[in-house]
């Protein structure tokens, strides 16, 4: 069943608020089978309200909106939702004794004002709102049901949960709907679909494949909606099964984790150690590594050898291999890798050298050439890339890279 969410609020327009709502409930839509075919972001005016309920109601069977709920003369959406359904505004007084309360238990003085929250369009179902002191209105017309909550995300995130989510179950006939995804680094979304181009073409309707790429890492996810959820499992099982057999060296996971969840995994699990010494990263791989709640167990620590004293001093790079061969080159990365092993004293070591711009390039040496050496117990090794131009993008590229090359080596290790 398709829906679409309106949200309401010249400060998700203007980028003064970021609309984490949609996103909130697009997910807990999805997990009870209704999906979101479009999310309208709306200014509080009148005109603008009308004409997305009007819109939305002759398009999906259930519209849901957020926002403009407040008692203060900026908040209008009841006021124009009552006027949709040509409905005056009453008091009820379930409402206004939920208002009293909630000021009660905060020890807040009550205004003549806040009465207003307590106004509902005559015959609407009211939603209690437990948390705060607006409550959400449901409504029905011959064209679709609209709900109208909060845009106060604690409270919206209640209604949904608490009130809105068992009526639409009751209400509609909701198909199952299951997700799985895989996750995979150091190949693009285009090589991906060449590699399993007749299988995404021999999917039958009711199964969704997506690609949702980020920098260095791929995730591919299967979609399926139909009356067993049992049978759509064991579909997607089988098709990813084929998938996972064309490119097994790249995937990951086959679970949507991260590569660093992955990584501290098997660290843990092995009792191993990690650390780096990071150039032009400037200690983003330690600081990827060590989002994982339990990090310290695994990772030792970092050196952010940004200059070549540093790479001297305390990594024991050569001054004349710098000096001969550069900073970004074989030699140097190799040696990073190897003295922050030591100094660390870790089973593994990321080491990371390069250009990351605007400005330092050379011809021999352009912006984006980036080296990144892995030390282990069976050696170390160097690997060279050309990460093209963007700081930021650079950086984020190759923290993804010599993840990638680290977890190679750990399974090749173990």
Request: with cysteine.
């Amino acid at each position: 069943m398709n829906s679409i969410i309106v949200s309401i609020g010249d400060e998700l327009l203007i980028g003064q608020t970021v609309n984490t709502n949609a996103t909130w409930m697009g997910r807990e839509l999805n997990n009870i089978g209704v999906e979101v075919l479009e999310v309208l972001t709306i200014s509080d005016t009148e005109t603008a309200i009308e004409d997305a309920l009007k819109y939305a109601g002759n398009k999906v069977p259930l519209v849901l909106i957020t926002g403009g709920l407040g008692p203060t003369k900026d908040d209008i959406t009841k006021k124009v939702f009552a006027k949709f359904f040509n409905a005056p505004l009453v008091e009820n007084k379930v409402v206004l004794e939920n208002v009293k309360r909630m000021f009660k238990a905060y020890n807040s003085t009550m205004l003549p004002i806040n009465n207003l929250q307590a106004l509902v369009p005559e015959g609407c179902e009211v939603l209690l709102n437990k948390v705060g002191t607006a409550p959400g209105m449901w409504m029905e017309n011959k064209q679709a049901i609209f709900v109208s909550m909060p845009g106060v995300p604690n409270e919206m995130k209640y209604l949904l949960k608490e009130e809105v989510s068992k009526r639409i179950v009751d209400k509609f006939d909701l198909p199952s709907i299951v997700h799985h995804s895989i996750m995979l680094q150091g190949i693009g979304e285009s090589h991906i679909a060449e590699e399993i181009s007749d299988i995404e073409d021999g999917l039958p309707a009711y199964l969704k494949l997506a690609y949702l790429p980020d920098v260095g890492v791929v995730k591919l996810r299967l979609t399926g909606r139909g009356s067993s959820e049992r049978e759509l499992k064991i579909e997607i099982k089988t098709i990813f099964d084929k998938i996972i057999e064309r490119v097994s060296e790249n995937v990951f996971s086959t679970t949507e984790t991260t590569i660093e969840e992955v990584i501290g995994k098997l660290l843990s699990e092995n009792k191993q150690t990690i650390s780096t010494a990071e150039s032009f990263t400037s200690g983003a791989i330690a600081s990827t590594i060590t989002r994982i709640s339990g990090a310290s167990s695994y990772f030792h620590g970092s050196v952010v050898s940004y200059s070549n004293q540093v790479k001297v001093n305390q990594l024991g790079v050569s001054k004349f291999d710098l000096s001969e061969k550069g900073a970004v080159s074989e030699t140097v990365v190799k040696q990073m890798s190897i003295g922050v092993q030591k100094l660390m004293g870790t089973d593994f070591a990321i080491a990371t050298t390069g250009i990351a711009g605007p400005n330092g390039g050379t011809e021999e040496i352009p912006i984006g050439s980036v080296w990144i050496g892995i030390a282990s117990p069976r050696g170390v090794s160097a690997h060279r890339f050309n990460l093209g131009k963007g700081r930021d993008r650079i950086v984020r590229k190759a923290v993804f890279l010599a993840l990638g090359l680290l977890l190679k080596e750990l399974r090749q290790e173990n």
